[in-house]
């Protein structure tokens, strides 16, 4: 069984910062894709970022040049980096953790919410 811990949600001023952590544990083995996505109320989900089991980036489209994921060592933990955060960008982000055949395990979500 796979476990995500997700942290760093909250309130912020548009134009400021956040960071959000997800931490996976359980039964892992080898490497893994984990990344972010996040759905605002009356929308689908959509991607935020992701990093790929050999270290590329993803980044969705809305968020390029603003927002940066990265990863500790141990492959099981990631980060992302929130910057000049819009009021566009408040929604519940979800971490993932992605192998093909092996898993897709999403956490419970934390919500992140910009004040213009």
């Known amino acids: 069984q796979v476990r995500l811990a997700e942290s760093g949600g909250g309130l912020a001023q548009a134009g400021g910062s956040l960071r959000l952590s997800c931490a996976a544990s359980?039964?892992?083995?080898?490497?893994?894709?984990m990344g972010w996505y996040r759905q605002a109320p009356g929308k689908l989900r959509e991607l935020v970022a992701v990093?790929?089991?050999?270290?590329?980036?993803k980044y969705g489209d809305a968020v390029k040049g603003r927002f940066t994921i990265s990863g500790d060592t141990d492959g099981y933990t990631v980060y992302l980096q929130m910057n000049s955060l819009e009021p566009e960008d408040s929604a519940v982000y979800y971490c993932?953790?992605?192998?093909?055949?092996?898993?897709?395990?999403w956490g419970r979500g934390t919500q992140v919410t910009i004040s213009s």
């Open positions: 993932n953790i992605f192998r093909a055949g092996v898993v897709n395990h």
């Open positions: 990093l790929s089991q050999s270290g590329t980036t």
């Open positions: 359980g039964n892992l083995f080898g490497l893994y894709d």
